[in-house]
């Protein structure tokens, strides 16, 4: 037996298709293992609230034991989870190859998925995950939406937080009324036939937020890559899944898997690479959706051609290489976030931006708290708020001239944060890296 493992950390793919996925006496046993595990090395303790939750019910349990809990105990912890993966991918020294093999988020997964076959995923979690949906019926009275969810309109915030449960307090997207796709049909701008690059190809996966909410990284990307000679495509078949996946719907993200992976493929052969916007996107594309469907030639095809933008930009520097950058004489504060983490590639946004000359980057190690759509629930905002404090603080600590961070969501979350916390200037946007390089190339 070893204490920590020297292997590099590895996942099995879930087996969801096993009707042994969904016992519930084996869940329940497999719970209380790695509960026990995770009691007695704590080292999780700062991350996000499931741990302290966990650690709290067994200390104070009559016999501080694991087996002191009950089953609505266990499932405050899988709750108070939002997938963020920093568990696996940073602190735990048991996940596969150990002999412990603890794999805590996919665990919580399990737990979720057999809530979801149950019927047990609540009304509101179900109807904010048809996310390509929402986006359109919103996009066609986009004034009128983004009116009813500003913060500042207290009887539709109200009224959304009593029938929805969304706190009126937490930022909510806006809406744009023409997708990226439509304002970019067929290709991008046209290449620079004299960039180092040129004859490249990427096809830029716009993803949900990119296409329906916030365009600003989806333009600033299509300018960067053109002014490099890189031959671009818009294309948004559909939502990677992610929303369905906290909710544990492992058929439905299974779907949409298949389907995205068909969409590309002949793009693929068409020699483009696939760049998505949103880390989260390109986390499920890489990572988790060749664990859902291990045997889908398709699927990891698109893993192995998928690349986050942030990373696709420094691939090209290193490779072909990019065209001279004009100096930016500014401090900036990245706040790496959880599901670029979790990609396993580094920090791709600190090494994108050191490429501008006397740019002076700095990197913020910590979770926003905000966890895709947990975070603007009535009974998370305020642990959002919390789990988001020390990221805020690290990233506004020097007061430097820019804030950005890979996550969409993250972002507006922290400027919130800081917002509320009166001890640093907000900016008035935290974005995306990639905007700060276009700014920089004078777009």
């Known amino acids: 037996m070893k204490e920590g493992s020297l292997g590099a950390p590895t996942r099995h793919p879930i087996a969801w298709q096993d009707e042994s996925f969904y016992d519930e006496e084996a869940l329940d046993k497999e719970m209380r293992r790695v509960f026990d595990i995770c009691h007695g090395c704590r080292r999780c303790f700062n991350l996000c609230d499931s741990f302290p939750q966990m650690f709290d019910m067994i200390d104070e349990s009559e016999n501080e034991e694991v087996e002191d809990l009950t089953a609505g105990d266990m499932k405050k912890v899988v709750d108070a989870c939002t997938l963020c993966d920093m568990c696996f991918m940073v602190k735990c020294p048991y996940v596969p190859p150990h002999e412990f093999d603890l794999d805590f988020p996919h665990l919580m997964l399990r737990y979720r998925a057999v809530e979801n076959r149950k019927g047990q995923t609540s ?54 009324d023409v997708p990226l796709t439509h304002k970019h049909p067929g290709s991008g701008p046209a290449p620079n036939a004299s960039a180092p690059a040129f004859g490249t190809k990427a096809a830029i996966y716009a993803t949900c937020y990119g296409n329906f909410n916030d365009q600003t990284s989806g333009k600033a990307a299509l300018d960067v890559l053109a002014h490099n000679g890189v031959q671009t495509r818009v294309e948004y078949p559909m939502c990677c899944g992610m929303p369905k996946l906290e909710n544990g719907d492992l058929p439905a993200v299974a779907s949409t898997a298949e389907q995205v992976a068909s969409h590309f493929s002949p793009i693929i052969d068409e020699g483009y690479d696939v760049v998505a916007l949103t880390p989260s996107c390109a986390l499920m594309m890489k990572f988790e959706w060749p664990l859902i469907l291990p045997d889908n030639e398709l699927v990891q095809k698109l893993a192995a051609a998928t690349r986050d933008l942030s990373e696709y930009v420094v691939q090209l520097s290193k490779g072909e290489g990019l065209m001279p950058i004009e100096p930016m004489n500014a401090s900036i504060g990245i706040h790496f976030a959880c599901h670029s983490r979790a990609q396993n590639m580094g920090p791709k946004a600190m090494e994108m931006l050191k490429l501008i000359p006397d740019a002076k980057p700095a990197i913020t190690e910590r979770c926003s708290g905000h966890g895709g759509k947990w975070g603007i629930f009535k009974e998370n905002f305020d642990t959002a708020v919390k789990v988001g404090r020390p990221a805020a603080r690290a990233l506004a600590k020097n007061d430097p001239d820019y804030m950005v961070s890979e996550c969409p969501l993250a972002g507006p979350h922290l400027k919130q944060v800081i917002e509320s916390g009166n001890q640093a200037k907000a900016p008035e946007r935290i974005g995306h890296p990639i905007e700060l390089l276009a700014k920089a190339y004078g777009f």
């Open 123 to 176: 009304f509101v979690d179900k109807q904010l995950a048809e996310i390509d949906r929402n986006a359109v019926i919103a996009g066609t009275v986009a004034g009128a939406a983004n009116w009813a969810s500003k913060k500042e309109n207290e009887f539709t915030r109200g009224v959304l937080e009593s029938v929805g449960g969304i706190d009126k307090r937490a930022h909510l997207p806006k809406f744009e």
